[in-house]
């Protein structure tokens, strides 16, 4: 059946508004979306990673603190079998072997070759040179 | 969720102004209800104003959805025919330029709208509707002073129509029409029509004969329209009169609305707010 509204223009300008409206609640929507992302994302470059990287520097700082403190002063090879002499902060040489925990229970040595011994500390590999000791 | 924004909204109101009575239909679900209704015996517009005004107010009613009817005494129809090029643009333009040449001996400026009916290669027929302006600023006015602005003003006819099972409207193909007649409240109408327009429609507001309308317009329709074969007849009103129209005409009345109310006409009007075509 034929429809007829002697008001068309009423008719359309409600529906015209309305799309506008919901329109505009989408972009509403989808601009708040975005600001929210982009202040997590400058939150997260900016002060969340920065606190992180902080964090992980700590282990950083205690391998520069170990290697400021203990050095290299020889290696030891015999047959198969290999320690390490360190010279330790209070100028006591330990001799240690692979497998061995360093004073702190954090630092462990994980490899010897002939020329120098890896350490891990808080999951960093940290390499100490015979050369180093001086 | 979404299409429901889309969707029109779900209350819908309908005004019948001649006398005032207004319906508030909601819809939940394709369930429509019917939530508030009021009916006044109001003369003057600014007791209509008033009514308008508290039954709103009252209600707390905000739907927009406000819909409106005209009388098809007020209203003009006409089939004309434009070159299929044109577009409804073009067409309503044209409309308003040439009235003169479209509505003959019409010196007031007419409200329109049509609807195409049918478009060959080169024609399109349209059915126009026209109305004085100053008669639908009127209407609109008194609305408006009692803060209401409709979205649709229609011929009443229409709204009479939604009151038939749309299923049985689209039944109405080819050479097939119906005939509803309306008889209450002193107002008798008698509306042909099949599935796509309203072919003919009269109005009559003192009468005694009801046959004898209905046998006068009858064959008043049919006189000058051959091809039609009244198929259905659908009648509202007053059981009693049904006996005598089948006895008398030998009417194959499909269905009877036996409800005498003067709300009919308002809740044909917000059906409109749920109609999916316009």
């Known amino acids: 059946m034929i429809t007829i509204n002697f008001l068309p223009w009423r008719e359309q300008l409600r529906y015209k508004r309305r799309r506008w409206f919901i329109v505009l609640c989408l972009f509403s929507c989808l601009l708040s979306i975005t600001v929210i992302l982009s202040i997590y994302i ?25 290697v400021r403190k203990y050095k290299l002063s020889g290696i030891i090879l015999q047959d198969q079998k290999r320690w390490a002499l360190i010279l330790t902060p209070n100028g ?21 070759t002939s020329t120098e011994i890896s350490i891990l500390i808080n999951n960093k590999l940290l390499w100490l040179k015979i050369k180093d000791k001086k | ?21 207004v319906v508030v239909l909601h819809k939940k679900r394709s369930e429509i209800k019917v939530i508030y209704t009021a009916s006044g015996e109001c003369n003057s517009g600014g007791e209509k104003i008033k009514f ?32 299929a090029v044109l577009q409804e643009v073009d067409i309503k333009l044209q409309l308003k330029l040439e009235q003169q040449r479209y509505f003959p001996g019409i010196t007031e400026k007419l409200a329109y709208d049509f609807a195409i009916k049918n478009i060959t290669e080169e024609k399109q027929n349209v059915i126009v509707y026209a109305t004085k302006q100053k008669l639908l600023a009127d209407r609109l006015g008194l609305l408006c002073d009692a803060k209401i602005y409709p979205v649709c003003v229609e011929p009443d006819g ?16 080819e050479d097939k029409v119906g005939v509803l007649l309306v008889v209450q409240h002193k107002i008798f109408k008698i509306i042909i029509f099949n599935h796509h327009e309203i072919l003919y429609e009269h109005d009559e507001f003192e009468f005694d004969d009801v046959v004898g309308l209905v ?33 008398e005409m030998d009417l194959n009345i499909v269905s009877v609305v036996a409800v ?5 006409l308002a809740y044909g009007l917000a059906l409109r707010g749920f109609d999916d075509h316009h």
């Open chain 2, 215 to 247: 046998r006068r317009n009858l064959n008043h329709f049919t006189t000058s329209n051959f091809k039609y074969k009244l198929n259905a007849f659908y009648f509202i009103g007053e059981e009693d009169l049904i006996a005598s129209l089948r006895q």
């Open chain 1, 42 to 66: 400058h939150l997260h470059h900016k002060v969340i990673l920065p606190i992180k990287r902080k964090v992980k520097q700590t282990p950083d700082l205690s391998v520069q603190k170990f």
């Open chain 2, 158 to 173: 229409f709204a009479w129509l939604r009151l038939i099972d749309p299923i049985q409207r689209e039944r109405l193909t």
């Open chain 2, 260 to 264: 005498e109310s003067k709300l009919l």
């Open chain 1, 92 to 112: 006591k040489v330990i001799m240690v072997k692979s497998g061995d925990l360093i004073n702190e229970k954090s630092a462990q040595v994980k490899q010897i």
């Open chain 2, 52 to 83: 308008l005004c508290d039954f709103f107010a009252q209600h707390k009613i905000r739907s927009k959805n406000i819909y409106v009817a005209i009388p098809v005494k007020h209203t003009i129809k006409k089939e004309l025919q434009f070159a």
């Open chain 2, 1 to 21: 969720m979404f299409r429901s924004l889309f969707q029109k909204s779900q209350q819908s109101i309908g005004i019948d102004l001649e006398g005032i009575n």
